[in-house]
């Protein structure tokens, strides 16, 4: 890749700025769902916790007690704000029965490999209390500027093709997600014993895209009206 290619590759990518503004946005948005849907709510699991700082701000935002799970943990491990986070998958959650009443599934559900989706939703159907709820994000695959590579089509591409179009990209990770949509999603947590109450379609705002693209992200807001960045949704457990 030349120098030039490198400079325009970039200019896909978040700066810190723009990162935390979009997690701010994220983590606002899905808590105000969290508040709505579970408003008793006291205790949440955040699936895909990372390092923390998204567990940390839906304790802000919730002021309820949270716990974080990511299977890149190598062992017990705190948020910065002092949240427990734990090594763990969504398909063998170490929790007992009736544990939570909200479950974080926030750009998750895509890593999740394909064998392993119903058992995950079966899992988090089990750990819920009664009146509790799923509420989570998944980004869409064919938005023009797929999410994960910051590739144009990425997501139209069969998995093989993908990883070969992945050397392109200018992230530094290695290709980890699958194409899903709504109705997978619909369809994996029916089979885990959970429904979709609730889908809507979600798009950041302008501040969290790189400055350099603004524009064009701005001229795409119409058509982004029914063609989303992402969804977010509500799945609450079958009678």
């Given amino acids: 890749m030349s120098a030039s ?45 990372q390092n923390g700082w998204t567990t940390d701000r839906y304790a802000q935002l919730t002021g309820f007690d949270w716990v974080g799970i990511d299977p890149a943990l190598k062992g017990e491990e705190r948020s910065p704000d002092g949240i427990d986070l734990r090594p763990g998958t969504a398909d063998e959650l170490a929790f007992p029965d009736d544990t939570f009443d909200v479950v974080m599934l926030a750009n998750v559900y895509e890593h999740i490999f394909p064998q392993y989706r119903v058992a995950s939703f079966a899992e988090m159907r089990r750990v819920l209390r009664p009146g509790g709820a799923v509420v989570g994000q998944i980004p869409n695959p064919y938005f023009p500027i797929e999410s994960h590579s910051r590739l144009p089509f990425m997501g139209w591409l069969p998995i093989r093709a993908q990883k070969v179009y992945w050397k392109l990209a200018p992230v530094s990770w290695e290709h980890d997600f699958f194409v899903v949509t709504p109705r997978h999603l619909r369809r994996d947590a029916e089979a885990g014993g959970l429904e979709a109450t609730m889908v809507r379609k979600f798009n950041y705002p302008p501040e969290v895209i790189p400055e350099r693209v603004r524009g064009i992200y701005k001229m795409l807001q119409a058509p982004m009206r029914l063609w989303p960045w992402a969804w977010q949704f509500v799945l609450r457990p079958r009678p």
């Avoid at 325009?8 to 948005?29: C, F, I, M, P, Y």
């Fill in 5 to 49: 290619e490198h400079q325009g590759s970039h200019a896909l990518l978040q700066s810190d700025e723009e990162w935390d503004a979009r997690n701010k946005v994220l983590s606002e948005t899905l808590t105000t769902l969290v508040r709505r849907e579970v408003p008793t709510a006291s205790r949440g699991l955040d699936i895909g916790c």
